[in-house]
């Protein structure tokens, strides 16, 4: 038995953001718009987002400079600001994380307790107010994921708000709004799109209704990725990485990730390190320890990829598969080794076990024991 869940309404495609004056037109008369730092002024993003709101008679109320990592207080300080200033939707704008705080808002607007308590097990219920996301990076998926990812500082851990519920309304991506980002970003977000792609394919959680969405996001993604940091410009490489993000989050939400994202969470806490990248980093180590159990998974994601390789043993495609990974991350000049993070042997006991709580990691094709996880990141350390 499986269950599929995803946004009510998805929206793609190139000027995709001008739907936005339609998705509005009767959805409310205040708005939050839960978005980072720059971004937005800095893109001319703003004045396009300001006046489809004024067409509508709709009024705002921005709630920004939302960081890489956001903390559970802050979707605390947001539902206040939402509340304070009556608004009856919320639009999030932006990567990843300026979409899951506003997830978070939307879905605990109106509800009693904090927004730890609900992390920690409450149930949400209903939808407080509706939800609007657009992604201005192809990395996350967030605009399509039922979690919503949020820093617990006393825990020092990456923490999940997680029910249906939490999922957005709609979700309307414009590769167009890609076409700014930097190459790093590209690069360090393509990478969790990645993976995200590929644990999805592989997962304890995969079925028949999302490995197609996972296998096709993982080719999008291994075409693309590189070609898109080298030339930001290439409309086509960021359209494909769009679409392969988006299905990476769809395929995600319902299968679940793997031991990558397990280790991914306190690596990145504990060291600073933008999610994206240290994800690229473990892919290589991790798919090492999976093959034995999900070779053939692995050797159909090559298959695809390359098509004349149907005469090849599962084995050999798998490796090659290895391979091609680790040519994109030498070609993105990702560093290979944790060590180059500040990551020390003696480090990582405690890594392996705050890891293990992930419900990724339980969904990691092979059973992976603190000792396993401490032989993964040895073997790249």
């Not at 978070?104 to 109106?110: N, Q, S, Y």
């Not at 998974?297 to 391979?323: F, G, H, M, V, W």
Request: charge should be neutral; glycine fraction near 8%; proline fraction near 5%.
């Amino acid at each position: 038995m499986y269950e599929f869940a995803t946004s009510n309404k998805i929206i793609f495609g190139r000027g995709a953001f001008e739907s936005l004056l339609e998705e509005t037109k009767d959805i409310g008369r205040k708005v939050l718009i839960v978005t980072g730092k720059r971004f937005l002024k800095e893109s001319g993003l703003k004045e396009r987002l300001e006046g489809i709101l004024s067409a509508n008679k709709i009024e705002w109320v921005y709630f920004d400079g939302i960081p890489s990592d956001p903390e559970v207080r802050l979707v605390d300080e947001g539902r206040r600001i939402a509340r304070e200033n009556g608004c009856n939707f919320v639009i999030g704008i932006g990567g990843g994380s300026s979409i899951d705080v506003a997830k978070a808002i939307a879905v605990l607007f109106d509800k009693p307790l904090k927004t730890i308590d609900y992390i920690n097990g409450a149930k949400i219920g209903k939808k407080g107010i509706p939800c609007i996301a657009i992604p201005t990076t192809a990395g996350t998926g967030s605009e399509v994921t039922k979690n919503s990812v949020l820093t617990d500082p006393e825990r020092r851990a990456k923490r999940s708000l997680r029910e249906n519920v939490v999922i957005p309304d709609v979700a309307i991506v414009d590769p167009e709004l890609t076409l700014t980002l930097p190459p790093n970003l590209t690069a360090w977000t393509g990478l969790d799109a990645l993976v995200q792609a590929v644990e999805a394919y592989v997962s304890k959680g995969s079925n028949p209704l999302t490995d197609p969405i996972a296998l096709q996001a993982s080719i999008l993604i291994l075409k693309n990725l590189t070609r898109v940091v080298e030339d930001g410009g290439n409309l086509d490489a960021r359209e494909a990485m769009s679409i392969g993000s988006l299905m990476a989050g769809i395929a995600l939400a319902n299968a679940r990730l793997g031991a990558v994202h397990g280790l991914a969470h306190p690596l990145g806490i504990n060291y600073n390190i933008h999610h994206g990248l240290i994800c690229g980093v473990l892919l290589p180590a991790v798919i090492r320890f999976n093959i034995p159990i999900v070779e053939k998974k692995y050797a159909n994601i090559y298959r695809a990829l390359e098509p004349s390789s149907y005469q090849l043993t599962d084995r050999d495609c798998a490796l090659r598969l290895l391979e091609t990974v680790e040519n994109i991350l030498d070609s993105l000049k990702i560093p290979r080794r944790l060590s180059y993070f500040g990551v020390k042997e003696e480090d990582l006991k405690d890594i392996a076990i705050q890891s293990q709580n992930s419900e990724s990691l339980r969904a990691n094709p092979r059973s992976a024991t603190p000792e396993d996880l401490i032989a993964i990141m040895k073997s790249i350390l």
